[in-house]
């Protein structure tokens, strides 16, 4: 899986970076016919050190979209109860999705998953290769990737597309010069891995009483992760941990420390909210933490970054493949950035009146908790932001009224599902009943193998045609055939 990094002929696309952003995104092209070779400056190891923990529900459904999400559901735990701070729970198990819950599997067992996928579908890896440049030539299509390899010889890699999914200190973003503007919210933050002796009540448990925070998961291996912090405590991140100052952090947001010992691992990090203000520079795009950075709280961040895979692979492949107009790729940008720029607000909004001890902030903090226990329009609006499934994305002026919106598994005529329908980076066009017959003409050459013509199990009677992601590309009620046509046209090639 290794290689050596001289000149070569150029790939379609590179991807920068082999954590779950990278991998999904990789494997999304691969299994989509594109040549893809992904550059990871680590060895050949999956990490057991990530601080993710939660996917949500958006997140299921995608995975569900690649056939993965009965073997990631097997492995984690589901909780439907989703405890943001203090009194403040929300429960899941109203949602409008197939994944009525969150599920606590930690990030490197989604990565083995992920990896067993791309190298399965024909990605090529090359670790211990790290990006030490990167140029565009402005007159024609290729990237050029300077890199250093296992042997510390230079050499060069050529691509028509690059992706930088290479973390918050992304070397990509550096390359093409975009700054990264932001700020830390949680400084001297503490990590360790322990066993306890006495199991907590809940899956995750978390609290925050202003003076300090905590946050216990389980890693499904007798350990425990725990992240603490505590006010007042300002030291570098280089400054070793002690095993009681990990303790004393548990007890004072916690109440006790569960009997924490044996602690594996220990370390201290600071979080940060920060957001790039491009996405793309000319052929070079950016997704996950290289793209955007946020509190921890609410499982987020992981999240949106394995979703600006699912939303970038499918026009990257659209595109390679010329099915779609090179501008398709500007909606990656229109439609990711909002979203970033929504969690950073949503997750340091949770994690400030998490923190919160003065009287006024003590106060609205009480008026949010009450507002959300009991006004049912907001509750759900705060839901569908941490869980992904509340997000639609921009539609052209005069646009049917769905169009953007996220479409929920549903069962389809015949006894399939939508999501397995959209397996194979298909789009999914569902007719009225009364049309049925309608993929007659839409057999265009190749289109076969991008389309399912699917019918609604119901008696409804728009046409829906739905994007590879499980949005909504275009929408029509009682739509002709000649006008069903032209839309798949345009959106299917």
């Keep these: 899986m290794n290689g050596t990094p001289h000149a070569t002929p150029r790939t379609p696309v590179i991807v920068v970076g082999s954590g779950p ?34 996917l949500h529900a958006r997140t299921l459904e995608q995975f569900d979209a690649r056939a993965l999400a009965d073997e990631l559901e097997a492995m984690g735990r589901p909780l439907a109860d989703l405890r943001v ?11 409008p999705s197939r994944f009525q819950h969150l599920l606590v599997l930690p990030q490197y067992e989604v990565e083995k998953v992920l990896e067993r996928r791309a190298v399965e579908a ?38 028509s597309y690059v992706v930088g999914a290479d973390g918050m200190r992304s070397t990509v973003r550096e390359a093409i010069g975009l700054p990264f503007p932001g700020r830390s919210v949680i400084r001297s933050a503490v990590l360790a891995d322990v066993r306890l002796a006495e199991e907590p009540e809940t899956l995750l448990t978390v609290n925050a009483n202003g003076d300090a925070l905590a946050f216990l998961a389980p890693l499904g291996d007798g350990y425990h992760r725990v992240i603490g912090w505590q006010r007042g405590r300002d030291v570098p991140d280089t400054e070793p941990v002690g095993f009681d ?41 950016l997704a996950g933490d290289a793209a955007h950075v946020h509190t921890p709280a609410g499982g987020q961040g992981l999240n949106t970054g394995l979703q600006d895979a699912a939303n970038l692979s499918w026009k990257l492949a ?29 997750s340091g909004g949770i994690v400030r009146l998490a923190m919160a001890r003065r009287p006024w902030t003590l106060a609205f903090r009480a008026a949010v908790t009450t507002l959300l226990g009991h006004v049912g329009p907001a509750r759900r609006r705060i839901t569908g932001r941490i869980t992904g499934i509340g997000y639609r994305y921009p539609a052209p002026r005069g646009a049917h009224r769905l169009t953007g919106t996220r479409v929920a598994d549903l069962p389809l005529a015949g006894g399939g599902r939508l999501y397995e329908a959209l397996r194979g980076g298909r789009f999914v066009l569902i007719t009225p009943a009364s049309a049925r017959g309608a993929e007659a003409g839409l057999d265009g050459e190749g289109r ?28 029509a009620d009682d739509a002709g055939a000649a006008e069903t046509g032209s839309a798949v046209a345009a959106h299917v090639g």
Excluded at 21 to 49: F, M, Q, Y
Excluded at 326 to 344: C, F, I
């Design 245 to 285: 100052e990990v303790k004393e952090i548990t007890r004072l947001a916690l109440g006790r420390d569960f009997g924490m010992h044996d602690a594996r691992w220990m370390s201290r990090f600071h979080s940060d909210e920060r957001q790039a203000p491009a996405y793309r520079v000319g052929r070079v795009f």
């Design 85 to 95: 701070f203090g009194r403040l729970s929300i429960d899941l198990a109203t949602l």
């Design 448 to 475: 076969k193998e991008r389309l399912s013509v699917e019918c609604w199990a119901s008696g409804r009677r728009t046409t829906v045609l739905v994007r590879p992601d499980g949005y909504v590309a275009w929408a």
């Design 122 to 159: 024909g990605v090529e890896f090359r670790y211990e290769t790290g990006v030490t440049g990167l140029h565009q030539d402005p007159a024609g299509d290729t990237v050029t990737v300077e890199v250093r390899g296992p042997d510390g010889e230079p050499g060069t890699l050529r691509a």
């Design 318 to 346: 659209a595109v390679l493949h010329g099915n779609a107009r090179p501008e398709l790729l500007d909606t990656y940008q229109s439609e990711r950035h909002p979203v970033g720029r929504s969690v950073l607000r949503s």
């Design 21 to 54: 952003t990278g991998l999904l995104l990789a494997g999304d092209l691969a299994a989509a016919g594109i040549p893809v070779t992904l550059v990871e400056k680590r060895p050949h190891r999956i990490s057991n050190l990530s601080r993710a923990f939660v």
